[in-house]
Structure formats: C-alpha cells, structure tokens
C-alpha cells in the first residue's frame, strides 16, 4: 500500500526555473527519503531528512521536512532539463525497515 | 563498488511460465529488499534479507512468489505460472542495517511482461 502522496502529480516548468513538490505521508516516521527515477530505470536516491530534521540542503535541493503536518517538500533550484525525471518520497513509517513510496511526481523541465 | 545489479533487464514470458530474476547487492551490505513498481505508481514492497533470513513479506507476495537469499549475498525471485497482472518492474535494493543511515540503494530494475 502506499504510504504517501506526491503532490502535484505532474510539473512542467522552463530551464532555469525552481521546481517545488510536495509529499504527505500518513504516520510517525524515523525518516524521509527523496528519490528520482528516469523514465523506465531504477532509482536514484537523492537526499535523507530525518525526523528531528527541518531542512536538509544538498547541491541545487533542498528538503523540508514538517513531522506535524506530515509533509516534506522538495525544491530543485535552477532546474534543468537533466532534471526530467519523476520524484518518489519514500518513508519508514518508523519501523527503520521497509519503505513506503508515494505515487510521485512528474517533473518536465524544457530547455 | 559497483551498485546494484539486476538480471535480466527484461523478460518477455507467456502466462502459465516460470521466470526467475537475480539481484546482487553492493558487496557490503546485509539488507536486500525486492519491490515491484507498475506503470504511474511507485514502488511496492515485497520481502526483505536480513543476511540469508527473510525477515518480512508483504502480503502483495501471493504463493506464487518466492525469494531467496541462500549465502546471504545475492537473491533471486522467482514467480511460478505468471499471470497478465504480474506484468510489472521488479525493482531489488541494498542497504547496510548497522550504519548511520537506511539508505536503499536501488538497481536497474527487471521489466516483466507476460503475454
């Protein structure tokens, strides 16, 4: 079952620009993790926030993470079209064990 | 450190066949995890290794599907009499139980489709 929901489903925005999603998850959780896929290959991890974390910053991401809202979100700055890939939250639902994907979203970027 | 892999890539199979797919994780890691991803929706788990022990399946693993971890190094997952839902990505990932984090890292993943 799936344990988060992407929001929005789909994004399409101009190179250059930033590019915001969002992920609802419904239970405690030890931590949060953002992953990307490309069309029809695996997937690629991006960057872990934990529960007692409220940001996270690697390269051009940056992470949010709000335990009270059970939501994260994803910012990618200065997007580019490299960047064409869906976006999977995945969560723990604090069993430290397997991983709760949601349904993603599609980031378009056009060059 | 070459990441995980998976074999096949694809796998064409007509309903009623067996097929058996392979994952060898990153070397040092003791957790392998399989998942299964169709078409618009994100991966689902299946079963997880602690070493060789198989330590949890998702209800989604129907008797049909069976996995195995026997040296506590690479795994295989195999689906008996496939059916048309079978049809999917079989996704297999690592991870190290110990370190400071739960990263999984994720092969390229087995496309599935049963005619």
Same mark, same amino acid.
């Given at each position: 079952?799936?344990?988060?929901?992407?929001? %929005?489903?789909?994004?399409?925005?101009?190179?250059?620009?930033?590019?915001?999603?969002?992920?609802?998850?419904? /239970?405690? +959780?030890?931590?949060?993790?953002?992953?990307?896929?490309?069309? *029809?290959?695996?997937?690629?991890?991006? +960057? =872990?926030?934990?529960?007692?974390?409220?940001?996270?910053?690697? *390269?051009?991401?940056?992470?949010?993470?709000?335990?009270?809202?059970?939501?994260?979100? =994803? =910012?990618?700055?200065?997007?580019?079209?490299?960047?064409?890939?869906?976006?999977?939250?995945? /969560?723990?639902?604090?069993? *430290?064990?397997?991983?709760?994907?949601?349904?993603?979203?599609? =980031?378009?970027?056009? %060059? | 450190?070459?990441?995980?892999?998976?074999?096949?890539?694809?796998?064409?199979?007509?309903? @009623?066949?067996?097929?058996?797919?392979?994952?060898?994780?990153?070397?040092?890691?003791?957790? &392998?995890?399989?998942?299964?991803?169709? &078409?618009?929706?994100?991966?689902?788990?299946?079963?997880?290794?602690?070493?060789?022990?198989?330590?949890?399946?998702?209800? &989604? &693993?129907?008797?049909?599907?069976?996995?195995?971890?026997?040296?506590?190094?690479?795994?295989? #997952?195999?689906?008996?009499?496939?059916?048309? @839902?079978?049809?999917?990505?079989? #996704?297999?990932?690592?991870?190290?139980?110990? @370190?400071?984090?739960?990263?999984?890292?994720?092969?390229?993943?087995?496309? #599935?489709?049963? #005619?």
């Amino acid at each position: 079952s799936q344990q988060g929901e992407e929001d %929005p489903q789909a994004l399409s925005i101009q190179e250059g620009e930033n590019a915001t999603m969002n992920c609802s998850y419904k /239970t405690s +959780i030890n931590n949060l993790q953002w992953y990307r896929q490309n069309s *029809g290959r695996g997937l690629v991890h991006l +960057i =872990l926030i934990r529960s007692n974390e409220r940001e996270k910053h690697s *390269g051009r991401l940056r992470v949010t993470l709000d335990t009270s809202k059970k939501s994260s979100s =994803l =910012l990618i700055t200065a997007s580019r079209a490299a960047d064409t890939a869906s976006y999977f939250c995945a /969560t723990d639902r604090g069993t *430290g064990n397997q991983f709760y994907f949601g349904t993603g979203t599609s =980031l378009t970027v056009i %060059p | 450190d070459t990441g995980v892999s998976q074999n096949p890539r694809h796998k064409i199979t007509k309903r @009623g066949q067996n097929v058996t797919f392979r994952c060898d994780p990153i070397s040092e890691h003791n957790r &392998l995890y399989w998942y299964r991803q169709t &078409l618009g929706q994100g991966p689902e788990f299946l079963t997880y290794f602690q070493n060789e022990a198989q330590l949890e399946k998702s209800r &989604l &693993l129907s008797d049909r599907f069976s996995a195995e971890r026997p040296k506590g190094s690479f795994s295989t #997952l195999e689906i008996q009499r496939t059916e048309q @839902g079978d049809s999917a990505m079989y #996704l297999c990932a690592s991870s190290f139980r110990g @370190g400071s984090t739960d990263t999984q890292y994720f092969g390229p993943g087995t496309r #599935l489709t049963v #005619l």
